[in-house]
C-alpha cells in the first residue's frame, strides 16, 4: 500500500514555537495531502501538493513535498494553543479494478502549550 | 447540504446485533469514501463509491460488512452480527471527483459494540 508514514507520533511545543512534521510514503503518487483531526471526529483539509510541485504555502502553513526522498513536511509558523489536534498526511493511489483510494497515516498528536 | 451529514453521531448496541451508518455527502459530489478509525488510531479505507458503483470491495474487514449507496447520493455502510472489534468511529467523506482531490468529512459516527 502507499501508506503515509508521520513523523513524530507526539510533539509538544509552546505557543509561539514552530512545529514541523513529517510523512514518508512508499510509493509513486500523484498528490499529497495534509489533515487537521480535532477531538477524534471529522478531518478537515488543510493543503494539497502535487507530486509536480516542491513548497506550497497557506497562510502559517508551509508543506514542501521530496518525491526522491517520498517525504513531504509540514511546517506550522507562530504555533497557537488552537493550532492543538492531530495532523494526518494522505496519499492516492488507484487500485485494481479502478478503485480510487486516498491513504492515511497514524497522525502526529500536536499540543500547543499556552 | 452545506456539509457531509452522518447519522446517528453516536450508537450503542449489543454484539451480534445489526447496525446501519447513514451518510449523506455534499451535494453534487461524485466519490464517496468511508474510512474507520479506532482509538488513537490513523484511518483504515474500507470502501470508495464512483456514483452508485465501488469498484473494490476488498478494503471492508469482513463479509460482515456491506456497503451501497443509491441515487449517486446517500450511501449506507451496515454491520451485521457486530462484534466488539468493529467498536470504532466510522466516517465518511466525498469529493467531487476522484483524483487529485481533497476529501470533505462529516463527524463521524461513533459506534461502541458492548
Known amino acids: 500500500s502507499q501508506q503515509g508514514e508521520e513523523d513524530p507520533q507526539a510533539l509538544s511545543i509552546q505557543e509561539g514555537e514552530n512545529a514541523t512534521m513529517n510523512c514518508s510514503y512508499k510509493?509513486?503518487?500523484?498528490?499529497l495531502q495534509w489533515y487537521r483531526q480535532n477531538s477524534g471526529r471529522g478531518l478537515v483539509h488543510l493543503i494539497l501538493i502535487r507530486s509536480n510541485e516542491r513548497e506550497k504555502h497557506s497562510g502559517r502553513l508551509r508543506v514542501t513535498l521530496d518525491t526522491s526522498k517520498k517525504s513531504s513536511s509540514l511546517l506550522i509558523t507562530a504555533s497557537r494553543a488552537a493550532d492543538t489536534a492531530s495532523y494526518f498526511c494522505a496519499t492516492d493511489g488507484v487500485l485494481r479494478a479502478g478503485s480510487y483510494q486516498l491513504t492515511f497515516g497514524k497522525g502526529t498528536k500536536l499540543s500547543v502549550i499556552p | 447540504g452545506a456539509g457531509v451529514s452522518q447519522s446517528p453521531s453516536n450508537k450503542v448496541t449489543e454484539k451480534g446485533k445489526d447496525v446501519e451508518l447513514r451518510c449523506d455527502p455534499i451535494?453534487?459530489?461524485?466519490?464517496l469514501y468511508w474510512y474507520r478509525q479506532s482509538l488513537g488510531q490513523g484511518l483504515e479505507f474500507l470502501i470508495y463509491f464512483q456514483g452508485n458503483s465501488a469498484p473494490d470491495k476488498s478494503g471492508l474487514p469482513s463479509d460482515r460488512f456491506s456497503a451501497e449507496r443509491t441515487g449517486g447520493s446517500v450511501s449506507t455502510l451496515t454491520i451485521q452480527r457486530t462484534q466488539q472489534e468493529d467498536s470504532a468511529v466510522y466516517l465518511c467523506?466525498?469529493?467531487?471527483?476522484?483524483?487529485?482531490?481533497?476529501?470533505?468529512f462529516g463527524s463521524g459516527t461513533q459506534l461502541s459494540v458492548l
Open positions: 451535494s453534487g459530489h461524485t466519490a
Open positions: 510509493t509513486s503518487i500523484n498528490n
Open positions: 467523506a466525498s469529493s467531487f471527483t476522484a483524483l487529485n482531490e481533497k476529501l470533505f
